[in-house]
């Protein structure tokens, strides 16, 4: 049988660190994942109780709930994992592939079924291992240890000046340089905040380039290329003054080798008066 996806992840987003790393190590290798960060703008105006029902009952060959004592308590990681059981149910076929982060007891995950202890093995090595399920042999090497920075990404809130009409908003602008001693593809950045959003995320991606520049980007060692998202108007109200005023955001940049690379942390709070500059400027000209 045909399926959309190799593998769909359910998780709680406390966990979300550990298992981006997975998923964009799979993607990487040619995995097929159900991973919502890989999915945004599909996912953009859907009836999510109906197209996740349909994502964890037929859609995925495999489905890997990572289990936690916060998994267990967030409603979507419950409508994912009874979704799942009833296809494991229904079709009597090996499906579920619990990891496990602690023991919490799920219903319906019997103690016997085989998992994975991710006290125990890496993003890296868990990767492996769902390949391994998948018969497929790693085409691009796995690291298994995340990089240090050493300023080869760096993460800024800027005032955006115009020639003509002065101030004119505000940006998040992502500098990467590659300090490796070979050339690299640099994938998209994303954005992690040390508080989650309304709703339980706490990771996303810049929609609007204020520039365009076509991930993944093939930078030779010391050349640098930087990308700026534009700060919407109406997200101080709607995002930034809900998260807490000593709240931090990072971006989040992975290489198509795997490596992983953390930037700088910006506040929140110096995002909130940018955008309160726009909005002030803003009602003086109107």
Known sequence: MEYKYDIAFSFSGEDREYVEEVAQLLKDNGVTVFYDMFEQIDLWGKDLGVHFDYVYRKAAKYCIPFISSTYKEKI???????????????SNEEYILPA???????DGIRPTIGYLDLRK?????LAENILLKLGKEPSIPIVEKEQDNSGQVYLSANIIISEYSGFSGGSLGVTITNIEKEH?????????????????????????MLRPVNFP????????????????????????????EDATVQAILTTTVGERYKSNLVLISDIRKILTIKNTANNAYN
Do not use: C, M
């Open 100 to 106: 496990r982060f602690d023991d919490t007891e799920i």
């Open 217 to 244: 980007v093939k930078l030779e060692y010391g050349e640098v290329a930087s990308v700026d998202y534009e700060l919407v108007r109406n997200s101080l109200e709607s995002i930034w003054n809900k998260l807490p």
């Open 76 to 90: 979507w990681t419950n409508h994912e994992i009874k979704t799942a059981i009833s296809r494991a149910i229904n």
């Open 184 to 208: 690299r593809y640099f994938n998209q950045p994303y954005f992690k905040l040390s508080e989650a959003f309304e709703g339980g995320t706490d990771a996303f991606y810049g929609t609007k």
């Open 121 to 125: 093995i890496t993003p890296s090595q």
